[in-house]
């Protein structure tokens, strides 16, 4: 059952929302060859809470960590180590959520650390730029997989492919909630939008196939071919007005 917000709700959702913004903003800062993950996850953490709110991952099932960060080849769940330091010509994948008053914000980003191959950057921008072809579908009128072919076609026009496995989701009190928001689909088909849904729409790219392995760790999920891959995910409100990025920060205006 996909779950229609009030407005009280909504209100508690931009603030949950501008928290997972703001730690992505601290996150961001710290990008640099040298550091490890771990403490990119520690800066994270600590930006939730000072901020009265808690971690959505921390527990999640069993997650280890406050945030989710995936190098390279690693698509999404990378869990933060000591022993992983980020290298000059890496990307990262950098994927947040907050938990404030009972709701959830979630946003992902990725990154070059240093001077990274032209094609990678490419990549990353094509996510990114899939991401908002998408959002022009997302008002009262259109159906869900009209969101899901624009940003299917955009990344294969690009020559790349989008992850199948994995899909963004409804999110609200429940990190996870319906509908699920799948990347590939066909335009007229799947739920209505509605007003005051609120969705996280989370493209993942690869450069090469859209296959996928999930490592012995049960969470660390990366690509079968060893190509890269690229997220970006932002919890949009489906406002009267149309889409209202919830976990905008500075560099999305
Ligand atoms: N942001 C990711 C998602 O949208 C999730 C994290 S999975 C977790 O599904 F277990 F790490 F929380
Ligand atoms: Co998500």
């Not at 000072?50 to 960590?65: E, I, K, V, W």
């Not at 450069?207 to 891959?229: A, I, M, P, Q, R």
Request: hydrophobic share 35%.
């Amino acid at each position: 059952m996909i779950h229609i917000k009030s407005m009280k709700e909504i209100e508690v959702m931009k603030k949950a929302g501008a928290i997972t913004a703001y730690a992505h903003k601290i996150a961001r800062q710290m990008i640099r060859p040298g550091i490890s993950t771990s403490e990119l996850d520690l800066a994270i953490q600590q930006a939730i809470v000072q901020h009265g709110a808690t971690p959505s991952f921390l527990d999640y099932r069993g997650y280890p960590a406050s945030s989710c960060i995936s190098l390279n080849d690693t698509i999404i769940h990378g869990i933060p180590s000591k022993n992983e330091i980020l290298q000059e010509g890496d990307i990262v994948s950098i994927d947040i959520g907050a938990c404030f008053d009972g709701y959830h914000g979630d946003a992902a980003r990725t990154y070059g650390v240093g001077q990274i191959d032209p094609q990678h950057q490419k990549l990353i921008d094509v996510t990114r730029q899939s991401f908002f072809e998408g959002l022009a579908h997302v008002r009262e009128g259109h159906r869900l997989g009209d969101v899901s072919q624009t940003i299917q076609r955009y990344v294969e026009q690009n020559q790349m492919s989008v992850v199948r496995m994995f899909t963004g989701h409804g999110i609200g009190k429940e990190l996870h909630e319906d509908p699920a928001v799948p990347n590939y689909g066909t335009a007229g088909r799947g739920p209505k939008l509605e007003p005051n849904m609120v969705l996280a729409i989370e493209p993942m790219v690869n450069l090469g196939s859209h296959h996928v392995k999930v490592l012995d760790d049960e969470w660390t999920v990366k690509t079968t071919d060893g190509s890269l891959s690229a997220h970006y995910e932002h919890t949009v409100w489906i406002s009267p007005d149309g889409p209202v990025l919830l976990t905008a920060g500075d560099e999305d205006e």
